[in-house]
């Protein structure tokens, strides 16, 4: 069965430091597609950064980066220079494709809560 | 070019009533999918559409239905509603669909539900 798991519900940052949000997942299906995703208070969605099951690279996208152990199964956000704006929700997900149907399915961790400190 | 937008943003609705929720992709995006989001369950798949066709549906009852437009635009429905359906409704547009690649979605600012 398909799940994510993201053990953190609540991290604290020190302003202009750098903070890593775990998350694991567990798939039997060797191809997914790994992202992340901020939600602000207003409840807006909004995409950061992905990775594919087949990228050699770890992603990168401005301050965000993606740390992808696949052994391990694991798909860390890692920012760097936390601002102020960065305090939010953070959901890591993760989408397979469905052979029957031919559509994905898509599926999100509980979130992890950041704080970013002044 | 123009977001996802979803309306009503706000909605109030007593016990046994239905609802109606409207989500307008971004202009190209063929794929929508919705979303249940609420503070103990987490953000939950509700149904993906492409070509005006439901490609895949989560684990919800029967009351929760809902239908893709034409010109991409998609509906969802909820008859009898619950008090436990209070939530926030997230709609998400994809450019592509059945591709396992980078095809992020694109959230609406969503419509909170709450049922009296």
């Known amino acids: 069965a398909q799940k994510i798991t993201q053990t953190q519900p609540g991290m604290f940052v020190q302003e202009k430091e750098a903070v890593t949000l775990d998350c694991t997942y567990d798939?039997?299906?060797?191809?997914?597609?790994l992202f992340w995703y901020k939600q602000p208070s207003s409840g807006e969605m909004i995409f950061l950064i992905y990775?594919?099951?087949?990228?050699?690279q770890n992603a990168t996208e401005g301050r965000y980066s993606l740390n992808f152990q696949k052994a391990r199964k694991s798909a860390n956000l890692v920012i760097s220079a936390s601002q102020l704006g960065d305090s939010a929700m953070y959901f890591c997900?993760?989408?397979?494709?469905?052979?029957?149907?031919?559509?994905?399915?898509?599926?999100f961790g509980a979130g992890t809560r950041l704080f970013v400190k002044a | 070019k123009a977001g996802v937008t979803q309306t009503p943003r706000y909605l109030i609705k007593t016990r046994g009533q239905q609802v109606t929720l409207s989500c307008s992709p971004i202009?190209?995006?063929?794929?929508v999918s919705w979303y249940q989001q609420t503070p103990g369950q987490g953000l939950q798949f509700l149904f993906e559409?492409?070509?005006?066709?439901?490609?895949n549906k989560g684990n919800f009852p029967g009351r929760f239905s809902g239908r893709q437009f034409s010109n991409s635009r998609s509906e969802m429905n909820v008859s009898t509603l619950e008090l436990g359906d209070s939530a926030l409704y997230l709609c998400?547009?994809?450019?592509?669909?059945?591709?396992?690649?980078?095809?992020?979605?694109?959230f609406g600012p969503g419509t909170r539900l709450t049922v009296l």
């Open positions: 998400a547009s994809s450019l592509a669909f059945g591709v396992v690649g980078n095809n992020e979605q694109f």
């Open positions: 798939t039997s299906d060797p191809s997914y597609g």
């Open positions: 990775q594919g099951s087949y990228d050699q």
């Open positions: 997900a993760m989408r397979e494709g469905l052979i029957n149907t031919g559509g994905f399915k898509t599926i």
């Open positions: 202009s190209g995006h063929r794929s």
């Open positions: 559409y492409f070509s005006e066709t439901q490609r």
